[in-house]
């Protein structure tokens, strides 16, 4: 079965003030990823900050995020025979940027495992917004990426801002021009997830490798997978994001449990 691809895809454009961002000079890591601690959706924070700085989620805990989201998830399966459509929009600040790409690629990747699985549930992309400059998205972005993985037990972190709201998509996509770390954060009382990806500059040879698996593995959370500790798996964190660029596999691989889980959350078809 072919991959699904993205049909009503529109573009859109719109300029509104922001300040020039830092470049990156780092290559992408895909770091310890703490639960934000209380945060009932799992928060999913793939964060540079230092892991020992940040509050440990329990395995209690852990256990009652991971059951939620599954339970949110499972709330949100189709019924027998029909296919969950969930809607990404990307938004970027350049139609030419590289992430694009290899955001489409990263969804393909999902949608062609989702149908080798016979799950059902596939990835859609309605939406190209090209926004030079998006302050409300930016800023909404550095605030879960500075502050998601220390949210105090309960909190529901920042409110999420009117602009991301009304793009009305199930996943939202952001290219970030800040030097920020990919995260898939749910939003507050939805199945609906805030990914941000940050821009690598200068580029190296590898990259295009190492990024097309960051997002795929933030979509991955965004159809319900956590962390593993299985090195050279796309879904393993803490770890380094080199093992994408060190695999001879153009996609890190998922793991058995991996695929157990998004069974249990997304069914047969
Ligand atoms: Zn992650």
């Given at each position: 079965m072919s991959c699904a691809a993205p049909t009503g895809r529109s573009s859109r454009s719109y300029d509104i003030s922001f300040g020039t961002s830092r470049l990156l000079k780092n290559a992408l890591q895909c770091l310890?990823?703490?639960?934000?601690?209380?945060?009932g959706e799992g928060g999913l924070l793939d964060s540079s900050l230092k892991a020992g700085r940040l509050p440990i989620m329990t395995n209690a805990a852990r256990a009652i995020c991971t059951l939620l989201v599954a339970v949110s998830l499972l709330a949100a399966a189709p019924a027998a025979g029909q296919v969950l459509e969930r809607e990404v929009v990307i938004v970027t600040p350049d139609a030419g940027d590289e992430r694009v790409t290899q955001t489409h690629d990263a969804v393909a990747f999902w949608n062609e495992t989702l149908s080798d699985l016979d799950l059902g549930v596939r990835l859609r992309e309605t939406d190209l917004v090209v926004a030079s400059e998006n302050r409300a998205l930016e800023n909404y972005a550095r605030l879960i990426s500075q502050r998601g993985g220390r949210l105090p037990r309960g909190a529901a972190g920042p409110q999420p801002p009117r602009e991301l709201i009304d793009l009305g998509a199930d996943v939202v996509v952001l290219l970030s021009r800040q030097p920020l770390m990919p995260f898939a954060w749910p939003l507050p009382g939805s199945t609906n997830y805030f990914v941000a990806i940050r821009a690598v500059e200068p580029?190296?040879?590898?990259d295009d490798k190492v990024l097309r698996n960051v997002i795929a593995h933030e979509l991955g959370h965004t159809l319900g997978l956590t962390h593993n500790r299985?090195?050279?798996?796309?879904?393993?964190?803490?770890?380094?994001?080199a093992a994408a660029e060190d695999n001879p596999l153009e996609w890190l691989p998922l793991t058995a449990d991996d695929r157990a889980r998004l069974r249990a959350l997304h069914g047969a078809q």
């Open positions: 310890p990823l703490p639960l934000a601690e209380g945060r580029r190296r040879p590898g299985a090195t050279a798996t796309l879904m393993c964190g803490p770890c380094s994001s």
